[in-house]
C-alpha cells in the first residue's frame, strides 16, 4: 500500500494475514515474498511493516526478508481485550540494495546489460 501523495510516496507499507487454520505452512512467508516483490516492481524504495509485540511469527517472516527493526512506539495499540501493547515498526531500506547493485554493474556498458 502506497500513499498516493505527500513526504512518503516512495514508501510501501505492507500487511499480510493467514487464517488461523492455515498457519504455519509456508503461506505467510510464501504471500510477504510476494508482497516486497510487488511493491519492488512498483517501484518503492522503502518497505515498512508495523508488528504488535507478541505476533512472533510476523518478526519472522519479515526478519528473513531483510527488515529490521526500525521504531518502538509504546503501548500504541489497545488489544481486543483492553490490553495496550508496544507496536513496532520494522523497515526494508531498498535505496541501500540499489546502490550496491549499481555499483556491481557500474563498468558493463549499458548494452550488455539485461
Ligand atoms: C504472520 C502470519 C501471516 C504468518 O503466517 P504463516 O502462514 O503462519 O507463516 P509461515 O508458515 O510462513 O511461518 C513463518 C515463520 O514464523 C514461524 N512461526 C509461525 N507461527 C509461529 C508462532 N506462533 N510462534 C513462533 N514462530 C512462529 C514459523 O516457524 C516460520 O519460521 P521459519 O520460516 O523459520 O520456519 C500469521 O501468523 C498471521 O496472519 N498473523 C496475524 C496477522 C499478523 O500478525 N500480521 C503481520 C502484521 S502485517
Not at 5 to 26: C, F, K, N, P, Y
Not at 49 to 75: M, T
Not at 87 to 103: C, G, K, P, R, Y
Not at 109 to 114: D, I, M, S
Amino acid at each position: 500500500m502506497f500513499a498516493a501523495h505527500g513526504w512518503s510516496v516512495h514508501v510501501a507499507e505492507l500487511r499480510v494475514a493467514v487464517a488461523r487454520i492455515v498457519r504455519r505452512h509456508g503461506l505467510g512467508s510464501a504471500l510477504a515474498g510476494l508482497l516486497v516483490e510487488m511493491a519492488i516492481d512498483e517501484g518503492a524504495d522503502k518497505l515498512v511493516v508495523q508488528v504488535v509485540e507478541h505476533q512472533v511469527a510476523a518478526l519472522q517472516v519479515f526478519r528473513k526478508l531483510g527488515f529490521q527493526p526500525e521504531a518502538l512506539l509504546r503501548r500504541h495499540v489497545k488489544d481486543v481485550s483492553g490490553t495496550r501493547r508496544d507496536l513496532l515498526v520494522l523497515a526494508n531500506d531498498l535505496s541501500h540494495a540499489w546502490i550496491a547493485m549499481e555499483a556491481l554493474t557500474a563498468d558493463i556498458p549499458p548494452e550488455a546489460r539485461l
